[in-house]
């Protein structure tokens, strides 16, 4: 209801009787002008007081709509935590499975290395071992 629909429930100028056309006078009489300044006061009375409760209402929705998007904030942010730490961890892994496996196969290719000097070192020996009997024939022959 209206400030003004409430003051017009009550009597329509702040309680005060006014001269009708049922009072037998036969002319109507204007209202005091103290019953017009004490309507208006009180429609005044009125709206200040719909204003103190439209402004109570403000603040208690403004202050559950800010609690509410704290605690939403909150969660999504204690989410947030936990899927970037689940991340963390699992970007960890990887990187650790990586390390290991280049580790694996710096290993395997040092045996590789390794396995291919040997082999040419024993093809080294043999080259020489041969070339040294060739020679020794091309000595024996020219000898004798």
């Known amino acids: 209801m209206s400030a003004y629909e409430e003051l017009m429930a009550q009597g329509g100028d702040g309680g005060e009787p006014s001269a009708g ?18 309507g208006m006061a009180r429609l005044l009375e009125i709206a200040a ?13 403004a202050e559950q709509l800010t609690s509410s998007a704290r605690a ?21 892994g990887e990187a650790e499975r990586i390390r290991a496996e280049g580790e694996e196969a710096r290993t395997k290719v040092n045996q590789d290395i390794a396995g291919l000097r040997e082999t ?23 000898i004798g």
């Not at 007081?49 to 929705?61: S, Y």
């Not at 989410?79 to 970007?91: G, I, M, S």
């Open 72 to 92: 939403e904030a909150e969660q999504l942010t204690s989410t947030a935590r936990v899927e970037a730490e689940r991340l963390v961890n699992e970007a960890r």
């Open 21 to 38: 056309p049922g009072t037998g006078s036969g002319a109507e009489a204007a209202p005091a002008p103290e019953s017009g300044a004490g």
């Open 120 to 142: 040419e070192k024993q093809h080294r020996e043999r080259m020489q071992s041969h070339l040294q009997e060739m020679l020794a024939k091309v000595e024996a022959n020219s």
């Open 49 to 61: 007081r719909n204003a103190d409760e439209l402004l109570a209402e403000a603040r208690a929705e």
